[in-house]
Structures are given as C-alpha cells and as structure tokens.
C-alpha cells in the first residue's frame, strides 16, 4: 500500500514539493502529468504510470520494479541506476 493516494501526490507536485525517496508502491497515476518531478529514489514498484507524462522528470535509482509504463512518455527523464525489472 502506498503511503500516498494520487490525489496527495498531485497536491505535493502542485505545490512544488519534492516527491524523492516517496513509498508510492502500487499507486495508481494513470494519465498524471509529472514533468519535471523530483522521484529520485522513490519506491514506485508496481505503480500503474500507463500515459503518464514524465518528461524531465527524475527517477534516478528509483526503483520501478513491475511499473506498468504503457504508454508513458519519458523523454528526457533520467532514469539513470533507476530498477526497470519486470
């Protein structure tokens, strides 16, 4: 269970708030517009990102382990060290 609902995490992104090292485990941000969002080392294993947009956003070592990212785009996101498995 995440420690967020997608509501709260949009609230945070809104407000210009960081969202790294966040345990976002099986969220659902379907279609959420996340440009440019700090993720870096957030947990978001099995985390439903299908049609998100995570342009510029920074998933550096985060770990998406089982993420759905159907349809995500990602340009020019880092996901560098980030867990891509499954």
Known sequence: MA???????????????????ADLRNIDLSDADLRGVDLTEADLR?????????????????????????GASLSKANLRWANLSG
């Open 3 to 21: 420690d967020f609902t997608p509501e709260e995490v949009i609230q945070v992104i809104e407000g210009g708030r960081k969202c790294a090292g």
């Open 46 to 70: 099995k985390a439903n990102l299908s049609g998100a947009t995570l342009w510029d956003t920074n998933l550096h070592n985060a770990n998406l382990k089982g993420a759905d990212l159907s």
